[in-house]
């Protein structure tokens, strides 16, 4: 078992809230890490937003993940716990897509009960797929791996369609087929949130989406009640885009842009971010001399 996914199941079994930042590609990653945060979530909405420009409704393809986890994956050393959707298929499909990732260097692959095409969690108008379709993916996944150290999350977005209960349910069962951490998606009241982990022995990952439909409790609260991971999977990228707003917005208004830290990154800075000074070392070892 790799160090990055002992780290990773440890931090699930300890369930501290660990809180969980998505990243949309490498150097989002790498920021993640350089501030301190002990592991990053390659978001599929994110993916499908930042790289295709469209809206996070199944059109993320397997390859698309993969090579964005290969790549964050060589950016970072922390562990990587990778959004595969529905597994892009049926359970022949999610067995692929799970060597795939593993093999990209994902520590845990995430999937998901909802029928193709898949949409955001915090959407309206989801349906699932029935419980044994589901159960059948899960024991797939399990099966794929060929290091016994990767995690398999499963969540469930049973909770918009057939109610809170149904939902925890749903989420027994899939520990039953072997996944390690569990995720019931776009819960809606803070009561249901706090009394989850009561509910459930696995670890739990609680997604809080800015604007979305779950409540945001404090990280504290969220430790107190037992979740391992608290998920946010995309503000980075909503910041990212309110941050190119205000300075593109600049630059149209005034014809001109200044390095201004509090608008946008001193070059300096975006230079270490991407490791420059290790580069320009390499590039003089292997000089001719």
Known sequence: MSDSRKTLRALAEARRAVLLPGAFNALSARLIEDLGFEAVYITGAGVTNMSLGLPDQGFMGLAEIVEHTQRIRDAVRIPLIVDADTGFGNAVNVYHAVRQLERAGADCVQLEDQTSPKRCGH????????????????????????????????????????GFDAAVERAAGFAEAGADILFVEALTEADQVRALPGLLDKPLLMNLVLGGKTPVLPREELATAGYGFVLYANAA??????????????????????????????FAERQRLVNKPAWDELEQRYASH
């Open 123 to 162: 959407f309206n108008g989801k349906d699932v797929v029935d419980t044994e379709e589901m159960l059948g993916k899960i024991r797939a996944a399990v099966d794929a791996r060929r290091d016994s150290g990767l995690l398999v999350m499963a969540r469930t977005d049973a909770a918009a369609v057939h």
């Open 237 to 266: 990228l909503q910041a990212a885009v309110a941050g190119m707003t205000r300075a593109l917005t600049q630059l149209r208004e005034r014809g001109e842009l200044a390095e201004d830290p509090a608008l946008v990154a001193p």
